[in-house]
């Protein structure tokens, strides 16, 4: 009760604006007692203690969905500035003189305040989905002006209070985004998302057709937003929540996905300051790649499941955490997301006994998975047309003796100018790390184990 009367203790409590979803339980005699945790707890200490090798897990498998040249793979990893359409100068001309009224919001890099203040309008919005033509009728100009000095301001509104209409706020979110310095999605990732609305199934002859992979397309797209910055990410989330309760609300209010992609896709995804002939024609393709990220919005902002997976062995070297969605989405996938990644349990109880009785088979089976995982990568490296991502990927290879494949098997290249980065420990680490794995597993066998569970869920929580 006194740290609930401590106004220092309220005062950070009312600053904290999202729940930490981690709850850790004390271990008790009861062994059945289970430990929940977010599923993507992992990843995100991935993400911040170890940034380089989180960045290249993602990265290695973008490229494995979608063939990225060699001078697109330098801007989506930033060695290189994004080199997007640009405009003929008479748009770009007008464009700065609409912006010349900056603030801390409108026209500023994007972040954490200003997403605060934005989040008025997102909240205000999401409690008016049946005014019919949302996003599209536009609001009053004086009263947009008004409340856009008061959010350049921080004032805090109460929009509640009949002074202005859904369609004022609708307009301005739009005006928002379109003046950030940089679209939403970022120029970095601009041709990356042209690619992945690529991405089509294949017949039974292996021939390409027309028909989207959907998987694919959800799976590409998790791992791009997580290499989106932090700011981007969190007010992308905000933005397609929103237009996915809207699309959902079509029957009312009038706008479908698509109409809210053609929208939305000039004010997050166009590269800044052009035309819609500057495009050469990719109008309909970035248009349909909005539509598909509203409709599959709350899919894509969870980490894949052997990101999951790699990141919890990362730091823990342990396969009795599994939880029921990983076993659910691994079901039926025999190759690819999880190639190089050992098979955990499949199911989300592990007990001592357990553990006792199967660690020692395992020990061999793991290796043995690695080593056919490892000869599979390396064959699909040789595949890929000659480029310097190729050379630089065999490289990480032959400086690992043991990672090497007969000679044989090799695919000849040239040599030149090689630059090494962290792959090559990736992979050492599938492989050297699985004796280390099966060393612990049997120390651990010996004595007793708690019992652990996860939930599984893995539910999105709505902003709205």
Same mark, same amino acid.
């Not at 992945?196 to 937003?225: H, M, S, W, Y």
């Not at 929103?242 to 053609?262: D, E, P």
């Given at each position: 009760m006194a740290a609930e009367n401590d106004p220092q203790n309220n005062h950070k409590l009312e600053r904290r604006e999202t729940k930490c979803s981690v709850s850790v339980s004390q271990e008790k005699n009861n062994a059945s007692q289970p430990v929940i945790f977010n599923p993507d707890f992992f990843v995100e200490r991935l993400r911040h203690e170890h940034p380089q090798t989180y960045a290249d897990l993602v990265l290695s498998n973008i490229t494995r969905l979608i063939d990225l040249p060699g001078d697109e793979f330098a801007q989506l990893t930033g060695e290189s500035e994004p080199r997007v359409p640009s405009s003929s100068g008479f748009l770009r001309s007008l464009n700065f003189l609409k912006r010349k009224d900056k603030g801390v919001v409108f026209g500023a890099p994007l972040t954490e305040e200003g997403i605060a203040q934005i989040y008025q309008l997102i909240e205000y919005l999401s409690k008016n989905l049946q005014v019919e033509g949302l996003f599209r009728v536009p609001g009053h100009s004086l009263r947009q002006a008004a409340l856009r000095e008061m959010l350049n301001a921080g004032a805090e509104i109460d929009l509640e209070t009949g002074d202005f209409h859904p369609n004022d706020a609708a307009t301005l979110l739009k005006t928002y985004l379109g003046e950030l310095p940089e679209p939403l999605l *970022? &120029?970095? &990732?601009?041709?990356?998302?042209?690619?992945?609305? %690529?991405? *089509?199934? $294949? /017949? /039974?002859?292996?021939?390409? *057709?027309?028909?989207? /992979?959907? %998987?694919?397309?959800? %799976?590409? $797209?998790?791992?791009? +937003?997580?290499?989106?910055?932090?700011?981007? #990410?969190?007010?992308?989330?905000?933005?397609? /929540?929103?237009?996915?309760? *809207?699309? #959902? !609300?079509?029957?009312? !209010?009038?706008?479908?996905?698509? !109409?809210?992609?053609?929208? +939305?896709? @000039?004010?997050?995804?166009? @590269?800044? !300051?052009?035309?819609?002939?500057?495009?050469?024609g990719n109008i309909e393709k970035l248009n349909n790649g909005i539509a598909f990220l509203i409709r599959h919005s709350q899919k894509l902002f969870k980490a894949p499941v052997y990101v999951k997976e790699y990141a919890r062995l990362y730091f823990t070297g342990s396969k009795s955490l599994q939880s029921k969605d990983d076993s659910t989405l691994r079901s039926g996938t025999k190759d690819g997301p999880m190639a190089g990644v050992p098979t955990a349990p499949a199911s989300p109880f592990m007990r001592s006994s357990e553990v006792s009785n199967t660690c020692t088979a395992r020990s061999s089976e793991t290796q043995n998975y690695t080593e056919s995982a490892l000869k599979e990568l390396y064959q699909q490296v040789s595949n890929m047309p000659e480029s310097a991502k190729k050379k630089k990927l065999i490289r990480q290879f032959e400086k690992q003796p043991l990672l090497t494949p007969p000679a044989d098997s090799r695919t000849p290249f040239s040599r030149k100018h090689w630059r090494s980065r962290s792959l090559g420990g990736i992979i050492k680490r599938k492989v050297l790390g699985g004796q280390a794995l099966t060393e612990k597993e049997n120390s651990r066998a010996q004595g007793s184990l708690p019992t652990g569970s996860i939930d599984g869920q893995g539910t999105e929580k709505n902003w709205l």
């Open positions: *970022t &120029h970095r &990732h601009y041709h990356a998302h042209l690619k992945i609305g %690529e991405l *089509t199934r $294949f /017949d /039974d002859k292996g021939d390409k *057709t027309n028909v989207p /992979d959907k %998987e694919r397309q959800i %799976e590409a $797209f998790q791992l791009l +937003f997580m290499l989106l910055p932090p700011a981007n #990410r969190s007010l992308l989330k905000l933005l397609l /929540d929103l237009l996915y309760h *809207t699309a #959902r !609300n079509q029957h009312i !209010n009038k706008m479908s996905a698509k !109409n809210l992609a053609t929208m +939305f896709a @000039p004010h997050i995804i166009w @590269p800044k !300051n052009v035309m819609a002939s500057d495009l050469q």
